[in-house]
């Protein structure tokens, strides 16, 4: 069941600011396609972007050839913004309107991307169970995943976050994945102020 509080949250975020008002906001997700870019993979490749929203990386991966494409976020408005942005090309898209938390895979994806989802998760129960989630919707393949560095912020559109370093990340998810890659960058936001985020590939491991 989605958290009540937490969609209406999200729902006032978007029916009140535009995406130029956001500090998420990214004309361009050039670190995640790079890191998706560098796995090789056949377009035909299951991908699914959590709390997807808004963001443009829908956009770059239809254009890159990808067919297989799945978008979750709480928000019902962020997503009618984003099929409204690619007008006929949201067909082509799976679009999934749930918390995270309350996400029951019903088939395996060759990756699962992340930016700024799973930093949100601040208690220990959620963290553990989103990783079983992660778990479950991946048989072969990748995370990837993009939170708040240590010098990142500590709140984000009002709400705490949990901010990582590359051990603490690898820790968290080191039951069934390996941390292939692991590096820092800064995002400038749309009002010139920096976040300085920590992305990671890792790979989930066959027993």
Excluded at 105 to 114: E, F, L
Aim: charged share 20%; hydrophobic share 40%.
């Amino acid at each position: 069941m989605i958290d009540d509080a937490l969609k209406t949250h999200w729902e006032d975020v978007y029916r009140t600011k535009q995406s130029d008002q956001m500090s998420w906001t990214q004309p361009r997700p050039d670190t995640s396609l790079t890191l998706i870019d560098a796995l090789q993979l056949d377009k035909n490749g299951p991908i699914i972007d959590i709390g997807g929203g808004e963001s443009m990386l829908v956009d770059y991966l239809l254009q890159a050839g990808f067919t297989d494409i799945t978008v979750l976020d709480i928000s019902q408005t962020a997503i009618n913004r984003a099929k409204a942005r690619l007008g006929s090309l949201s067909g082509r898209v799976t679009w999934i309107v749930s918390n995270v938390l309350d996400f029951i895979p019903s088939r395996a994806y060759r990756v699962w991307h992340d930016r700024a989802t799973f930093h949100f998760l601040t208690d220990k129960q959620d963290i553990e169970k989103y990783v079983g989630i992660v778990e479950k919707s991946i048989n072969e393949g990748n995370l990837i995943l993009g939170t708040f560095s240590m010098t990142g912020p500590a709140k984000c559109s009002g709400l705490p976050v949990t901010q990582y370093d590359h051990s603490s990340l690898a820790e968290v998810f080191s039951q069934r994945f390996r941390l292939v890659e692991s590096l820092h960058v800064d995002h400038i936001t749309p009002l010139n102020t920096r976040q300085n985020f920590i992305f990671s590939n890792f790979k989930k491991l066959m027993l």
